[in-house]
């Protein structure tokens, strides 16, 4: 059965972005942390330098994915994946589909009926595989409703003092966690934790 994981860095005070957007200093690990190269693939591939440990907890981790679940602000800092997310079908929470898209041979998705809507589109489309969910708001909203199973968050080692925390609006707190998984990679730590359900 599929599952919905949040994806997502951060620094270790809880930002996934600083005050103008800027995301270097939290996603710098996935291309200068090491020496094992990654290649994303998608219509606009990557090629990520890792530590060892990081590219074991990467392949894991992407090896089980069949769809991504994200939001417009994601979808439009990404460009759009080049009309293909590495991941698999991607599905864009949005209020309105952006001027040109759909696009012809596009992966790409949005749905406009709300957060269950599009985690039933995007768990349809994974055939099985588990949902990456990316975004601090999509995130926020999944944990919410309900919908999270799993929190995949890379710890970078960076303070940004402030910006864009991940876990910002969050209803129905405490939200508990089982135990985590831990990697310790090079410029970043790794954790895994199951949502529990009420």
Known sequence: ???????????????????????????????????????????????FRVSAPSAEHLRGLTSGLGAVLTGRRTFEAAQGWGGNHAWGPAFVLTHRIPAGWPRPDSTV????DGIESA?????????????GVHGA??????????LLDEISVDIAAVLLGSGVRLFDRLAGTPAVLGNPTVIAGF????????????
């Open 1 to 47: 059965m599929s599952k919905l994981i949040a994806i997502m860095s951060m620094s270790l005070d809880g930002y996934i972005a600083d005050l103008d957007d800027g995301v270097d200093e939290v996603f710098d690990w996935y291309f200068s942390s090491g020496e094992v190269e990654i290649h994303t693939g998608g219509a606009d591939p990557m090629t």
């Open 109 to 112: 998705h949005f749905v406009t």
């Open 119 to 131: 985690a039933s589109q995007a768990k349809a489309a994974a055939a099985g595989k588990s949902v």
């Open 137 to 146: 708001d999509i995130i926020q909203q999944c944990l919410n409703a309900g």
């Open 187 to 198: 410029g970043v730590t790794h954790l895994r934790y199951p949502v529990l359900k009420a």
